[in-house]
């Protein structure tokens, strides 16, 4: 093998190899930042992750609304089969409310989940499928029709 192939073949391992490492770098950083939607029911069935962060989708259970001090609150997420404990700081979304589709982001500690982000569901239009088919169960449970907080014509 020649000088000038032995170089070529060194340079073209080496952009392989830095195209692979940048590849694996991009792949750990979006798994990091994924965060999964898991019922009341999947949480207690033991199939959403321990320590890890992840979202929890459901309908406010009514009369589970409980103002702390300042901004705290809790609320309950049922899903009709199970409910969770929500725990949340913070500014609440305007249509926050009891029997309304919220979703919340944070983690398990001490068997009750603590929320950094809530957000109320506010129009069908623009949501994920999963998210969707969650809280038209829950909906369908309760019997509350998807379209409970839209004015008839």
Do not use: C, W
């Not at 979304?93 to 982000?117: H, N, W, Y």
């Amino acid at each position: 093998m020649t000088p000038t192939r032995k170089r070529r073949l060194i340079v073209v391992g080496l952009i392989l190899l830095a195209v692979g490492v940048a590849t694996a770098l991009t792949v750990a950083a979006l798994q990091q930042n994924m965060t999964y939607l898991f019922t009341p029911s999947e949480i207690i069935a033991g199939k959403a992750p321990a320590e890890a962060r992840f979202r929890i989708g459901g309908m406010v259970k009514e009369h589970s609304i409980e103002r702390g001090q300042s901004l705290t609150v809790a609320f309950v997420v049922t899903d009709g089969d199970d409910d969770m404990r929500v725990e949340y700081e913070g500014i609440l979304p305007d249509l926050f409310r009891e029997k309304q589709s919220v979703i919340a982001t944070g983690s398990m500690q001490g068997g009750k989940f603590i929320a950094t982000e809530v957000l109320a569901k506010h129009d069908e239009t623009y949501v994920p499928r999963d998210v969707a088919e969650a809280m038209e169960n829950a909906h369908r449970k309760h019997d509350v029709p998807l379209s409970a907080d839209k004015p008839s014509p």
